[in-house]
């Protein structure tokens, strides 16, 4: 079955640490989106990307970093920069442009800061 | 900038109706909504493109005014399966000259028996 793989689901972190989300799509998409949730704020977006090798600051993009080295796979860093990483973080993935259809989204991950 | 929703929260019972707003003070291009349930992914309800096409299930309806910049939900004869938090998504051109989707912060919508 087509769809997004977010891994892990649960993810504990010392301060000070770096962590990195894993978000794989065999969907075919060429754009991926890194969103954060946090209860009452609805969804920020973090980066996105439309193309291999090529990716954009959302929002809230200061203390992340992604990379897009192949369509199928956007990964997420949390960097020690990041000041307040405790959330829940969903990638997503379109065809192209989300004005051609919708958002496909992961089941999350859930990042806490120890 | 975030889409501002309205109302934040609603309660309702099996077969009453409601209807969940979205404004932006932005141009829009698109209007999406989405319902997340708790726990869980959001799934993907309905777009509302500029110029009247829309794309969706068939058993939502929305609307969206563009010169407004204003979209509407309307959940009519609700199940307890609506029940859930519905996100507003507005896209507008962005500074980098692509597009990109901003949510609102949510409508938590509640039915009871």
């Known amino acids: 079955d087509g769809g997004i793989t977010q891994s892990p689901k649960y993810l504990f972190r010392k301060e000070g640490q770096n962590v990195t989300l894993s978000c794989e799509q065999n969907l075919n998409h060429d754009a991926m989106y890194w969103y954060r949730q946090d209860p009452g704020q609805g969804l920020r977006l973090i980066y996105y990307s439309q193309i291999v090798n090529d990716f954009q600051k959302g929002d809230i993009a200061e203390g992340y970093s992604v990379s897009r080295e192949k369509k199928e796979s956007f990964p997420l860093t949390v960097t020690s920069a990041q000041k307040n990483p405790t959330a829940f973080y969903l990638c997503a993935s379109s065809i192209v442009w989300v004005n051609t259809g919708e958002l496909f989204f992961g089941e999350g991950s859930r990042l806490t800061v120890l | 900038q975030q889409p501002v929703q309205s109302p934040q929260a609603v309660i309702l019972r099996e077969g009453e109706d409601a209807v969940i707003n979205c404004s932006s003070s932005?141009?829009?291009?698109?209007v999406h909504w989405y319902r997340q349930k708790h726990g869980e992914a959001p799934v993907f309800l309905m777009i509302l493109l500029k110029g009247g096409e829309q794309k969706g299930h068939e058993k939502i309806s929305a609307s969206f005014n563009e010169k407004k910049q204003q979209s509407s939900l309307y959940l009519t004869a609700s199940q307890l399966s609506y029940s859930g938090t519905y996100f507003c998504?507005?896209?507008?051109?962005?500074?980098?000259?692509?597009?990109?989707?901003?949510f609102g912060k949510g409508t938590k919508l509640s039915v009871i028996p």
């Open positions: 932005k141009a829009l291009y698109s």
């Open positions: 998504g507005t896209e507008g051109p962005s500074g980098a000259g692509s597009y990109q989707l901003t």
